[in-house]
């Protein structure tokens, strides 16, 4: 019998992809959970059906929302991370020295326990002695903080279901007053493709911009999210994603990538036409 995992990307398109076994299923207070092991990605989590992450392609997420902003800011010693609860970008995180503390702040604590378990490529830094884990709502989180961290990465889910809340305008208010005046905040910012995505991107994209000085938008190509074309944001109280940008003295450090280089960093800002012009729409009004 062949078993196939589905997720629907639009009413009339869904992405399909072979599954050799279940490693795991089971439903959390918030969502279901479940981890996969397929031939061609290697193993797949989903949380309420959606694709989290494979195997195969979550180096271009985990890089791109990791070291964008650490390219620019030349001393990033606090992070805050919400969501996230798979390990990735605390993995990339937990590749620079300078960094003294992340603050990771994920609602729901069996998504830490089963990557843990099941996706030990991903989850390997959980146990880095920088890393605080906090078993919280994100949105909950930032309202107590004030002037603490130089970046915060919003790893969220789509905005519906348990992440919702990270993508309103108290949630980005929020963590500008939780960022230090030269602070970056970096988010999954959904992909520009499909209508109903590109109306999710539009809406965060707005409150981004009412919310922080700078804001801009970048791209990566993610083979098993929908569409495969997706989008980041880089907010910011200080740097631009470009003008600031510090090629050189990032390639000082000798991190090893797969995906990201400085020179994808500049041309990752460089968005087709059709994009700039969503942005654009809410930009303006
Ligand atoms: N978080 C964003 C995933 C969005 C994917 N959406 C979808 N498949 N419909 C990924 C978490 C990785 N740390």
Redesign the pocket.
């Known amino acids: 019998m062949e078993l196939w995992f589905s ?1 629907p ?1 639009t009413p009339n398109v869904k992405l399909s992809i072979r599954v050799d076994r279940q490693l795991y299923s089971g439903q959390s207070q918030l969502q279901r959970i479940d981890v996969y092991d397929t031939p061609e990605l290697g193993r797949l ?2 949380l309420d059906g ?4 494979t195997e195969k392609d ?1 180096f271009i ?2 890089e791109m ?1 990791v070291h964008v902003p650490m390219a620019v800011h030349p001393r990033v010693r606090q992070v805050l991370v919400i ?7 605390v993995r990339e995180l937990a590749k620079y020295p300078e960094i003294e503390r992340i603050d990771l702040v994920e609602i729901d604590e069996q998504v830490i326990q089963v990557c843990r378990e099941y996706l030990p490529r ?1 989850s390997c830094s959980m146990d880095d002695a920088r890393l605080h884990i906090y078993y919280e709502d994100g949105l909950k989180f930032v309202r107590q903080k004030e002037n603490e961290y130089d970046l915060i990465i919003v ?4 905005p519906f279901g348990p ?1 919702e809340g990270l993508f309103t305008k108290e949630f980005y208010g929020n963590c500008y007053k939780a960022l230090r005046e030269e602070g970056i905040m970096v988010n ?1 910012h ?2 520009p493709f499909y209508e109903a ?1 590109a109306r999710a991107c539009m809406r965060a994209h707005k409150r981004i911009v009412e919310s922080f000085p700078i804001s801009r938008v970048y791209q990566a190509h993610i083979p ?3 569409s495969g074309h ?1 989008l980041f944001g880089f907010a910011s109280r200080r740097y631009h994603p470009v003008h600031d940008l510090d090629g050189d003295r990032w390639l000082d450090r000798g991190i090893e990538t797969r995906y990201y280089t400085p020179r994808l960093h500049q041309g990752a800002f460089c968005l087709p036409a059709y994009v700039e012009k969503l942005l654009r729409k809410v930009e303006i009004c």
Do not use: N, R
């Open positions: 997720e990307h989590l989903a959606y694709v989290m992450l979550e997420y985990h929302i969501g996230a609860g798979d390990g990735g970008a991903v790893d969220s889910t789509d992440g999954q959904e992909s995505d098993t999210y929908p997706w």
